[in-house]
């Protein structure tokens, strides 16, 4: 780490603020400490001096009511007078060379939820799930990450998620009795648990588009039979014709050739921020004429790839209200262009079954206003990976959506394992120490495995003791080191 300002020691025309110890990231995750100090001047007679580390969201619905959960607070005295010395004892702490008193302090970024929301209201969502809330209502979910001004909304005032420092200062001075300061941090948290496998296309599982819409095209004309274009354009003439039902001779309706195929594009469900998207085009020719002796080439002229977030926010009308209010869910949504390519050369890109969004160039999962997926207190952000297609098959041209999936969005770093125990929870971890050992290897054993370090760890006082393979292990609930975000999150 390194102290936020390197003048620490200028003189600085406040009397009481924050220098914080910064990560050499632009924020913070679970497990992450906050060390600073608070920089006091004596003149100010403090009597107390307290900090206070808490993360909580404000929530406004649509009729401008008003909810503060809180996912956590913390709060340590860094100083209590005596009542001696005239209220200058906080000079017995020493001073700076600027003349002011420094008071250590360090918090660490909690991995869950702690604090239930208030009690007031009921925070169940009536038309919740019983495995997957979409609102919490209980603590224990991981903490959400900042949200200042990002959420678009109707409301009067946007809601937000903080996560903040405030230091609170009495005095015996009359004319300022209480100074308070704070300091926001900002917060990204880390990726849950999965399997890696969700993180590849499915094509098991297909596709889901609106029901008013059919994911395979049919195509019907002359076009489709071999050396059509090298036939006279009297007979395309014709041909054409016969396909619009204008004409009716020796070339009947029935003689007209199709050919029907599926087009759809299967996404991963997990997206992890600033990687590449993973997207696998799927075609299959269903049917065909008889006199078409293979399947006709299908090309793409263009295709779009859009991330759709949605944010919700409920606010729970209060228990005591005997008003009946339909509980009302207030919904935001945006539309980000991910990946948008054309191809006008020639008769455009030639699709095939197999088909990667890799292969027609770099679609990454970036935006300046990126978020991974949360659900908390009366806010969640959702997120739908949304497809469109333009092509052509025998110069007829069809256009329309190729999926659109619901995708989970997580950062690049994991609080466990992805291929982890699922059965060890977060809480066993901090307890590896204390269970008992079942299989003991004598340290002496293993020099040729472990270097001097954590062979120093596996001796007492009273000599050595029963060897522990998790706790030579480095803890997966920080990762160390932990990789930089992109460019667009800093």
Same mark, same amino acid.
């Given at each position: 780490?390194?102290?936020?300002?390197?003048?620490?020691?200028?003189?600085?025309?406040?009397?009481?603020?924050?220098?914080?110890?910064?990560?050499?990231?632009?924020?913070?995750?679970?497990?992450?400490?906050?060390?600073?100090?608070?920089?006091?001047?004596?003149?100010?007679?403090?009597?107390?001096?307290?900090?206070?580390?808490?993360?909580?969201?404000?929530?406004?619905?649509?009729?401008?009511?008003?909810?503060?959960?809180?996912?956590?607070?913390?709060?340590?005295?860094?100083?209590?007078?005596?009542?001696?010395?005239?209220?200058?004892?906080?000079?017995?702490?020493?001073?700076?060379?600027?003349?002011?008193?420094?008071?250590?302090?360090?918090?660490?970024?909690?991995?869950?939820?702690?604090?239930?929301?208030?009690?007031?209201?009921?925070?169940?969502?009536?038309?919740?799930?019983?495995?997957?809330?979409?609102?919490?209502?209980?603590?224990?979910?991981?903490?959400?990450?900042?949200?200042?001004?990002?959420?678009?909304?109707?409301?009067?005032?946007?809601?937000?998620?903080?996560?903040?420092?405030?230091?609170?200062?009495?005095?015996?001075?009359?004319?300022?009795?209480?100074?308070?300061?704070?300091?926001?941090?900002?917060?990204?948290?880390?990726?849950?648990?999965?399997?890696?496998?969700?993180?590849?296309?499915?094509?098991?599982?297909?596709?889901?588009?609106?029901?008013?819409?059919?994911?395979?095209? @049919?195509?019907?004309?002359?076009?489709?039979?071999?050396?059509?274009?090298?036939?006279?354009?009297?007979?395309?003439?014709?041909?054409?014709?016969?396909?619009?039902?204008?004409?009716?001779?020796?070339?009947?309706?029935?003689?007209?050739?199709?050919?029907?195929?599926?087009?759809?594009?299967?996404?991963?469900?997990?997206?992890?921020?600033?990687?590449?998207?993973?997207?696998?085009?799927?075609?299959?020719?269903?049917?065909?004429?008889?006199?078409?002796?293979?399947?006709?080439?299908?090309?793409?002229?263009?295709?779009?790839?859009?991330?759709?977030?949605?944010?919700?926010? @409920?606010?729970?009308?209060?228990?005591?209200?005997?008003?009946?209010?339909?509980?009302?869910?207030?919904?935001?949504?945006?539309?980000?262009?991910?990946?948008?390519?054309?191809?006008?050369?020639?008769?455009?890109?030639?699709?095939?079954?197999?088909?990667?969004?890799?292969?027609?160039?770099?679609?990454?999962?970036?935006?300046?206003?990126?978020?991974?997926?949360?659900?908390?207190?009366?806010?969640?952000?959702?997120?739908?990976?949304?497809?469109?297609?333009?092509?052509?098959?025998?110069?007829?041209?069809?256009?329309?959506?190729?999926?659109?999936?619901?995708?989970?969005?997580?950062?690049?770093?994991?609080?466990?394992?992805?291929?982890?125990?699922?059965?060890?929870?977060?809480?066993?971890?901090?307890?590896?120490?204390?269970?008992?050992?079942?299989?003991?290897?004598?340290?002496?054993?293993?020099?040729?495995?472990?270097?001097?370090?954590?062979?120093?760890?596996?001796?007492?006082?009273?000599?050595?003791?029963?060897?522990?393979?998790?706790?030579?292990?480095?803890?997966?609930?920080?990762?160390?080191?932990?990789?930089?975000?992109?460019?667009?999150?800093?």
């Amino acid at each position: 780490m390194a102290l936020a300002s390197q003048a620490s020691a200028k003189y600085n025309p406040r009397p009481f603020y924050f220098e914080i110890f910064e990560e050499t990231h632009p924020f913070y995750t679970c497990g992450d400490k906050v060390q600073g100090v608070l920089r006091v001047d004596p003149t100010l007679r403090p009597q107390n001096v307290s900090i206070s580390f808490k993360g909580l969201s404000f929530l406004y619905d649509t009729n401008d009511q008003a909810a503060a959960p809180v996912f956590f607070h913390h709060k340590k005295d860094l100083f209590q007078s005596s009542g001696a010395h005239e209220n200058f004892d906080i000079l017995q702490r020493g001073t700076a060379s600027d003349g002011k008193v420094v008071l250590p302090f360090e918090f660490t970024f909690p991995h869950t939820c702690e604090l239930p929301p208030p009690a007031e209201r009921n925070w169940r969502y009536s038309k919740d799930s019983f495995d997957h809330p979409r609102f919490q209502h209980s603590p224990g979910f991981i903490i959400p990450p900042s949200c200042t001004g990002l959420i678009p909304s109707k409301a009067p005032n946007a809601p937000k998620i903080t996560y903040s420092l405030e230091a609170c200062l009495d005095s015996v001075n009359t004319d300022n009795p209480r100074i308070i300061v704070r300091h926001e941090l900002k917060f990204l948290p880390p990726a849950p648990e999965y399997d890696l496998s969700l993180l590849q296309p499915d094509l098991h599982l297909g596709t889901s588009l609106p029901k008013h819409l059919c994911r395979y095209k @049919f195509i019907r004309t002359r076009r489709l039979l071999p050396g059509y274009e090298e036939s006279s354009k009297l007979g395309k003439v014709k041909d054409m014709l016969v396909e619009k039902e204008l004409f009716f001779g020796l070339h009947s309706y029935g003689e007209v050739p199709f050919a029907r195929f599926n087009l759809f594009t299967t996404a991963a469900r997990i997206l992890v921020i600033g990687s590449s998207v993973p997207l696998t085009l799927t075609l299959q020719h269903l049917d065909r004429s008889s006199s078409l002796p293979i399947p006709p080439d299908v090309f793409m002229r263009r295709i779009r790839v859009q991330l759709l977030p949605t944010y919700s926010i @409920f606010v729970p009308r209060p228990g005591h209200n005997t008003n009946f209010r339909k509980e009302v869910v207030d919904v935001a949504r945006d539309t980000w262009t991910l990946f948008d390519k054309k191809f006008d050369d020639g008769n455009g890109q030639l699709l095939h079954d197999g088909l990667k969004l890799s292969e027609l160039g770099d679609a990454r999962l970036a935006h300046d206003r990126l978020l991974p997926s949360f659900t908390s207190y009366g806010l969640t952000l959702e997120y739908e990976l949304q497809v469109e297609i333009w092509g052509e098959c025998a110069k007829h041209e069809f256009s329309g959506l190729a999926s659109k999936t619901q995708v989970q969005i997580v950062t690049g770093w994991n609080m466990t394992s992805p291929q982890g125990n699922a059965d060890l929870d977060m809480g066993s971890m901090a307890e590896l120490d204390s269970r008992p050992v079942y299989h003991e290897v004598d340290p002496m054993s293993m020099l040729h495995e472990i270097d001097s370090a954590a062979l120093h760890e596996l001796e007492t006082d009273t000599g050595p003791r029963p060897f522990n393979v998790a706790a030579l292990s480095p803890s997966p609930l920080v990762p160390n080191p932990r990789p930089l975000p992109p460019p667009y999150m800093g």
